[in-house]
């Protein structure tokens, strides 16, 4: 199943339209390749730092809220979710840039406001191989819980916390009055496959970032969980929400929000994205 994903990724774009560079044979299937392969952003893109071979994965990162969404607010000093996802995100892309085995994109470097769709659909349009949507949380009732959280996509909840955070975020964007999950006129059954392939893939990289990420910053028991999270809805790149810990939680805070806590994380994603990445050519080398 390795091939499928790609394969269908650029039938994918091609019926979604963009600029289209050139059609190559692949597979026996004529496939054309957007300008989201060749490596150069395009107009109105973020910035790419990290490898300098385009031929190396882009990982998009995307601090969550932003501009006038707060996000969660911690009852300790009053810290802003936003701006908390902003200086972890920014320490994920310095470890990765620095390691330099893959590409790094942030969907904003400032204090913005986005919708989204608009987040994933930067991924999308960049040829993004990995996208996570980084948050804190908060448990305004219960200051004891702590630890990460992994999301990845169903439309079946784990459970009612999982519920009430797709309620939650997916609501944000009523903020800006977007159509919420609004429906590509595009063959279902190419997005359902590519889909299916994209949740089995992120489900993957959820159990390795636990694995990888456990040594440097704790975990909740329950740590992978399922909700129908609008961000993670690209069909055909692999996502995951991560909650980094609860801004609520005097200890997680305190990591959180300190430059040797965020590098912390930052080593553990790094450990987590590479692993990742080295496994996926393994496994694309031994389907040849
Ligand atoms: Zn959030």
Known sequence: MGFLLPLLAALFSLSLAG?????????????????????DPGPGLPRIVGARDPGRPLVVLDPGHGGRDPGAISPYGGRREKDVTLAVAAAIRDELAASGKVRVAMTREDDRYLVLRERYEIARRMGAALFISIH??????NDG?????????????????????????????????????????????????????????????????????????????????????????????????????????????????????????AMGMRSAIETHFARRRLNLAGAR
């Open 19 to 39: 600029p289209l560079l050139g059609a190559r044979a692949e597979e026996g299937v004529t496939v054309t390749l957007t300008s989201a392969s060749a490596g």
């Open 145 to 265: 819980a702590r630890g990460a959280t992994i999301y990845t996509l169903s439309e079946v909840a784990s459970d009612r916390e999982a519920a009430q955070l797709a309620e939650q975020q997916n609501g944000s964007d009523r903020l800006a009055g977007a159509p919420v999950g609004a429906g590509a006129g595009v063959n279902r059954i190419l997005i359902d496959l590519a889909q299916r392939e994209s949740m089995d893939v992120s489900a993957g990289f959820a159990a390795l970032l636990k694995r990888e990420g456990a040594p440097y910053f704790p975990f909740r028991p329950d740590y992978h969980r399922f909700a129908s999270l609008v961000v993670l809805k690209a069909p055909d790149v692999p996502s995951i929400l991560f909650e980094t810990g609860y801004l609520t939680n005097p200890a997680d805070l305190g990591y959180i929000d300190s430059p040797a806590g965020r590098r912390q994380i």
């Open 136 to 141: 804190a949380d908060a448990a305004p009732q």
